[in-house]
């Protein structure tokens, strides 16, 4: 049993903004990015939550591959599009922009889309698809990610996990939010398995010889070394249909990087020729529609909202009594967390103390023995 301790949601807050202001970040920026940290703890996502604060954001910037203060130059910009690049600046903070960009021309033409080119990473993609819900508009995200994936009947990870988000409001408590890689797993959760000393499920990850690999940290250096790859979704080969999940992830590919003129695959391991640490140059895509442009937002709000109560309404299958729909768990994650705190490992507990200590700060967690 994983030993947690829960923190308030304001210290948690607190902590990782004020670290960021340290490390450069300017206020206001720095409160977005601890803000999409929280969101995806606040989903009972922890992979991609606190746990990646330190080795994600906190080591990139004290690395210089990612830059505090962000430069967001817009390259070219119509009515309802625009492609940004981001400098390698702090990725929330590129993308929280270009998002807010694509539901402000929606609003005014129903439709908007924002590419971005040299980015880092982002953080949990439906934060960006939920600030068009929280707006009545749907909302559409992708990034690429260093490569990670081979295609199907290759060897070589040329893929990344490559997420492809999609955020709807309904006519309930909660909108519809698909957020997951085109990966059976991805990068965050082996970190998260590693850091609990627990093996990796067999089959999401294989050796080039397409063997299983369960060693979680082992997996990720041989991640880095092109030894392991993870199996799109479907699995490898075509018995289960993996080509379909490779399939998205190369959409994802094309448009993180294409629109813009990116980087893309090989370009994105985050080496240099030498072995040395470079920048990521990552590349996202955007896109915002308003549901009042077709027939209008309370229609689309109540048919999304039957779709969805029909599908848990549905017949069970033999042992289980509820079916859920995209976005659901989270919700009902939250609603068991908002009170208690965000959930905070022992490995994660040293690294806060690291953080703070490193940097001069003076918050006092309560896992700490005084």
Known sequence: ME?????????????????FEKLGVPREDALICADVLMESDRRGIESHGCNRFKPIYVDRILDGIQKPVTEFEILRETPTTAVVDGHDGMGMVISHRSMQMAIDKA??????????????????????????????????????????MAPTFGVENMLGTNPLTFGMPTDEEFPFV????????????IEYYARLGKPTPEGVVLDREGEPKTDSKEILSELNKGEATFAPLGGPGEELAGYKGYGYATVVEILSAALQAGSYM??????????EKVPFHLGHFFIAIDPEAFLGADSFRKTAGDILRALRASEKAA????????????????????????????????????????????????????
């Open 3 to 19: 030993n947690k301790t829960y923190v308030s949601w304001e210290l948690i807050g607190s902590f990782m903004a004020d670290a």
């Open 107 to 148: 609003k005014k033409y129903g439709m908007g889309m924002v590419a971005v080119r040299n980015s880092t990473h982002y953080g949990i993609a439906g934060y960006y698809a939920t600030m068009a819900t929280s707006q009545g508009l749907i909302g559409i995200t992708g990034t690429n990610t260093r490569p990670s």
């Open 178 to 189: 698909l957020d997951c890689a085109t990966t059976i797993t991805q990068r965050g959760r």
């Open 266 to 275: 090989k370009l994105l391991t985050g080496i240099g020729g030498h072995g």
């Open 319 to 370: 042992g289980h009594d509820r079916i859920y729909t995209a976005g659901e768990k989270e919700y009902l994650a939250w609603l068991e967390l908002k009170d208690k705190g965000v959930p905070v490992t022992e490995a994660v507990q040293k690294e806060f103390i690291a953080v703070r200590d490193r940097l001069g700060l003076s918050h006092r967690f309560p896992f700490e023995q005084w």
